[in-house]
């Protein structure tokens, strides 16, 4: 499996550095079926445990006719998150293996849902835990796997006066962001979190601390 070496900016991350994590970026599905019963991997990258439980009331809804719709996730929240739940199949049998499949690729920020139509032969404890580990490491397999840095936004207002050296600053940093032009300007900012401190310094001292900033 080749793992581009990238963050959500695009710039490269080295081995030296802990804070870069493997994710996928984007969404991918998988399917097959086994004695009749047809299992369909859903994943998706979830930056936020919000985010997580929004994926899976999607599939939810979208597979309400479904006999199971597994979750597991791997959340980077403040403390790191990890859920599965075997939702109606026997105890251990298919959240806790999908979960294992994140946990053994050192997935993080990562969503998967399994959704099973049951064909009318049961597979056992085993061969559900068979099942739902192929179709979690299917999904993941259709997915794109790439390492990221963790980014923080932040949204910086300041008179017009200061908007052009802070635009300068920004594009000369490793920084997305988008600027209104209202009555004041107002930038919406990512950047990488071990890059976030220091830019902000740099900002605030550039415009003599006239700017305003707080989280978006």
């Known amino acids: 499996m080749t793992v581009p070496n990238t963050d959500a900016g695009g710039d490269a991350g080295g081995d030296a550095d802990t804070d870069v994590y493997a994710t996928i970026a984007g969404r991918a599905t998988s399917r097959f079926t086994v004695q009749g019963s047809e ?4 994943a998706s990258p979830a930056e936020t445990v919000e985010a997580a439980e929004a994926f899976v009331d ?9 006999t199971h719709n597994v979750p597991a996730y791997r959340v980077r929240a403040d403390p790191f998150r990890e859920y599965a739940s075997d939702d109606g199949e026997p105890s251990g049998s298919a ?5 294992s499949v994140l946990a053994g690729r050192d997935l993080e920020n990562v969503c998967v849902v399994v959704t099973r139509y049951f064909g009318g032969t049961e597979l056992g404890v085993g061969g559900l835990v068979r099942a739902y580990s192929a179709a979690t490491k299917d999904a993941l397999d259709a997915a794109e796997t790439v390492r990221r840095r963790p980014r923080r936004r932040f949204r910086a207002v300041v008179d017009y006066d200061d908007s052009g050296t802070v635009r300068g600053i920004l594009e000369s940093e490793d920084a997305d962001f988008e600027a209104d032009y209202g009555e004041r300007v107002v930038f919406d900012v990512t950047v990488p979190v071990l890059a976030a401190a220091d830019l902000l ?6 415009t003599s601390d006239r700017i305003e900033v707080d989280d978006g």
């Not at 299992?39 to 859903?42: D, E, K, P, S, T």
């Open 39 to 42: 299992f369909v991997g859903h």
């Open 58 to 66: 999607s599939i939810r809804e979208q597979y309400a006719d479904a």
């Open 95 to 99: 959240g806790k293996p999908m979960l």
């Open 201 to 206: 310094d740099r900002l605030r001292s550039a």
